[in-house]
């Protein structure tokens, strides 16, 4: 019977120590666990911004060669303004200067036919409705023949490349005639 007082001390200190054993090993297990969550965790946010990175410099190549010219664009307006502005101002009729005429409108059609090709479009707004986001409203004059809010003349052309505005138009903008208070005869 001594015996068996001594197996019972033994095997309750081998249960007690398989016990803390296995809580220690679910304790690891447990941390282990939450250690491979957060891991997969920023493995799948690093994978994100991965890939936001990788659009976004997607993004930059692809704006860089759709506006790539706008520069170069941006220098040539005037070059077109100044063909078109001496056309307005030169005489169709004058045989003089016929010749230099129609050496500028073949000039001027071929750097618009260029211009063109290169999704440069120009903006001529005469008669439309006024929008801010493309004209840029130089004056107002009131008008009796056309709605207010409308382009009455164009100044200067807008310009847009790919889309985007690259220079707006310059317009004068109708607005509708002021009322004009009673004189002092129809008062009376």
Do not use: W
Not at 140 to 156: G, H
Not at 167 to 178: D, F, L
Request: aromatic share 2%.
């Amino acid at each position: 019977m001594a015996d068996e007082q001594n197996l019972d001390p033994q095997t309750s200190d081998a249960q007690e120590n398989d016990a803390a054993l296995n809580e220690d090993m679910a304790a690891r297990v447990q941390t282990l666990e939450e250690q491979l969550a957060a891991a997969q965790d920023q493995s799948l946010r690093m994978a994100a911004d991965l890939q936001n990175v990788r659009r976004r410099a997607e993004q930059d190549v692809e704006k860089a060669h759709k506006f790539a010219l706008e520069k170069f664009a941006n220098d040539l307006l005037p070059v077109v303004d100044s063909l078109e502005r001496g056309l307005e101002l030169s005489s169709a009729d004058d045989d003089a200067i016929k010749a230099v005429r129609e050496g500028m409108e073949l000039t001027l059609k071929l750097l618009l036919d260029t211009l063109k090709r290169h999704q440069l479009e120009a903006i001529d707004p005469h008669g439309a409705p006024f929008n801010p986001e493309h004209h840029q409203a130089m004056a107002l004059q009131e008008s009796t023949n056309v709605e207010p809010n409308s382009v009455l003349k164009v100044f200067q052309k807008g310009y847009m490349l790919n889309g985007r505005l690259l220079r707006p138009a310059m317009v004068v903008v109708s607005k509708a005639p002021a009322e004009t208070p009673p004189s002092i005869d129809e008062q009376a």
